[in-house]
């Protein structure tokens, strides 16, 4: 397993390989999504590399807003990620079992664009002038989402004894990009 590049690019795994043995020296890391580990036995092997991130106190110093994701085999699909149903279906399966975005996720706000409308119902759509379909997000399932999140941090934090300075530079980061995505305060 190679580490992140000279130049900064994160290593690319398959969410579902095996993630336990991550090297110490990993701190950027993008999970690809394999549609086909959306259900079953492939969305527990998903969840349990996950839990191997949260559960360790190691991987929570080492990946903190270190992780990105895509999903596999869509190159040629024209859809947005969050139109597709079984990319939304996958996401909120994950979310359900593992709710720790917010320490996590690189504080990326196209990468938290693609989870908040994964994880949200969507609105009704509007064509845009580039051509694609915009969503309006309901405020009020994204208050509860954020809710959520921050509990699932704040766990995550107390749990692995993560120092106070730490977490607020953890939680802001990762609010100025969720800001950025919806385009106003959460």
């Known amino acids: 397993m190679a580490l992140d590049d000279p130049d900064g690019t994160p290593q690319r795994l ?10 110490t020296e990993l701190h950027r890391l993008v999970l690809t999504l394999n549609l086909a580990d959306g259900s079953g036995e492939g969305l527990g ?3 349990e590399d996950l839990l191997h991130l949260s559960d360790n106190t190691i991987r929570v110093e080492q990946l903190t807003a270190g992780v990105y994701f895509a999903f596999s085999g869509l190159d040629r699909d024209p859809r947005q ?47 845009l002038p580039n051509g694609r379909i915009g969503h ?7 208050k509860n989402l954020m809710l959520d999140l921050t509990i699932a941090l704040n766990d995550l934090h ?10 607020q530079r953890i939680f802001k980061a990762a609010m100025h990009a969720i800001e950025q995505a919806t385009g106003s305060r959460v």
């Open 136 to 142: 309006e997000l309901d405020r009020k399932a994204l």
């Open 14 to 23: 398959a969410l579902g390989s095996g993630l336990d043995a991550l090297p």
């Open 45 to 47: 092997r998903c969840v």
């Open 158 to 167: 107390e749990q692995h004894k993560v120092k106070l300075a730490d977490r």
């Open 81 to 127: 990620v969050h139109t597709i149903p079984e990319c939304r279906d996958m996401l909120r399966a994950l979310h359900e079992r593992w709710p720790y975005w917010l320490h996590f996720l690189a504080p990326v706000p196209e990468l938290w664009t693609v989870l908040l409308l994964c994880l949200l119902p969507l609105g009704p759509g509007v064509r």
